[in-house]
């Protein structure tokens, strides 16, 4: 809510002069009309610069973090404790700065008097849409402590599936940026000092095998033209900036999915978000329509987010899940016809959570069949960029009569 000073005449004309909190101007108005006040100006105020919520909007928390505080949190309230004192002592026990301030906020914004939803809605950073929905059923249900621990169960799971992704990518980044690093140091250390022995030696360039000339021009080049690779990091980090946003997931999403082998994976990866948070929310009590709404941001792709969207909207005219899930053609058949049976038995979230261990399975296999396959073509890669380059220093050696004449 924002923070608006206003000056106001009563019935009687006194002027007064206040500030109050509301979420728009017209707010203020139509409250102060009510109460005999005729609002004669009214300015929005301008909060001061708060380092901590710079720093919260730049950074959110981990995993590891939620992972451990609705663990605590759980365990805490099961014993018995206030709200307040569980946030307490979470607070205590906290090592993130970052976060133990966020708790610390909830925590006085709980003991003022409002509700633990409506504290945590404060930090997105820290709290997301899932999360929050989560609480909330929590609370109308008067279940929170167990809705809490199937809370840090499915985060679990996210931290398995994030370490799955990354096994996946790190190898093969890690060996290519490895491959460049060696084919630069030759480039531009080990082939100029052969290009000067080739000059000396045959005096010219003009005699050596084209293959070597043309290595002695890249090098060449490097060497002056060098501090352009500096901006390889920049380009990279503009990449994903653009990849972060909205126009980014609209233009890259589709194109991801069609990619040879990690297409496959990243809808795997989708898909089992997707459905996992769709199961532990429809398990915790929350409404299919809003737990679809959740749901689709944890889906990381846009062309499932927006299959999802179409489904919720055919959903709330009446149609079942899986009917328009189907007609996308985005998700596959044994997605469609596991939900289809599962709203049929009357257990759509035991089905869902079926459907995650499945993908969780798929993705392990992907990952290993992606080492197996990526691991000798990285090698065939290194081997063939450090090859050319060698052969082509030694080139002239092998032809060394010709040279000289």
């Known amino acids: 809510m ?4 206003y000056t106001a005449k009563d019935s009687q004309g006194k002027i007064i002069s206040s500030q109050v909190e509301a979420d728009n101007p017209k707010a203020v108005i139509e409250a102060l009309r009510q109460e005999g006040f005729f609002v004669t100006r009214i300015v929005e105020k301008r909060r001061a610069f708060n380092p901590f919520v710079f720093i919260e909007r730049l950074f959110k928390v981990g995993l590891k973090e939620l992972t451990i505080f609705s663990r605590q949190f759980a365990l805490l309230l099961n014993a018995g404790l206030t709200l307040s004192e569980a946030l307490d002592t979470i607070e205590e026990q906290t090592q993130n700065n970052s976060f133990r301030e966020i708790l610390h906020r909830v925590k006085l914004d709980v003991q003022g008097g409002e509700t633990l939803v409506r504290a945590m809605q404060k930090h997105p950073r820290a709290f997301s849409n899932f999360f929050v929905s989560m609480v909330q059923a929590g609370e109308i249900g008067g279940a929170l402590d167990s809705i809490l621990e199937r809370v840090a169960q499915f985060y679990e799971n996210e931290l398995d599936l994030n370490q799955k992704v990354k096994s996946a990518m790190v190898y093969p980044v890690t060996v290519v940026v490895f491959a460049l690093v060696i084919s630069l140091f030759m480039l531009m250390y080990i082939v100029p000092q052969f290009a000067a022995f080739y000059s000396d030696f045959s005096g010219g360039e003009a005699q050596l095998p084209a293959l070597t000339r043309k290595m002695i021009e890249l090098s060449d080049w490097l060497l002056q033209y060098g501090w352009w690779l500096l901006t390889i990091p920049v380009f990279f980090l503009l990449f994903w900036k653009f990849r972060n946003s909205k126009w980014g997931h609209l233009i890259l999403d589709p194109i991801i999915l069609r990619v040879p082998i990690f297409g496959p994976l990243s809808r795997k990866v989708a898909i089992t978000r997707f459905v996992r948070t769709f199961g532990t929310l429809t398990q915790s009590g929350v409404p299919i329509l809003e737990a679809l709404e959740v749901a689709k941001n944890t889906a990381s792709n846009d062309v499932i987010k927006r299959a ?4 919720r909207e055919r959903i709330r005219e009446g149609e079942t899940i899986h009917g328009p899930m189907k007609r996308t053609k985005v998700f596959p058949p044994i997605v469609t016809n596991m939900i289809s049976v599962g709203e049929e038995a009357g257990n759509l979230d035991e089905i869902l959570f079926k459907l995650s261990d499945y ?12 080492a197996s396959l990526i691991e000798p073509l990285m090698i065939v890669v290194i081997g063939g960029l450090v090859g050319v380059i060698v052969v082509s220093l030694y080139l002239p050696i092998f032809n060394l009569v010709n040279v000289i004449k």
Do not use: G, Q
């Open 2 to 5: 924002k923070t608006f000073t």
């Open 308 to 311: 999802i969207i179409y489904t």
């Open 359 to 370: 993908y969780d399975n798929e993705i392990d296999a992907t990952v290993r069949a992606m």
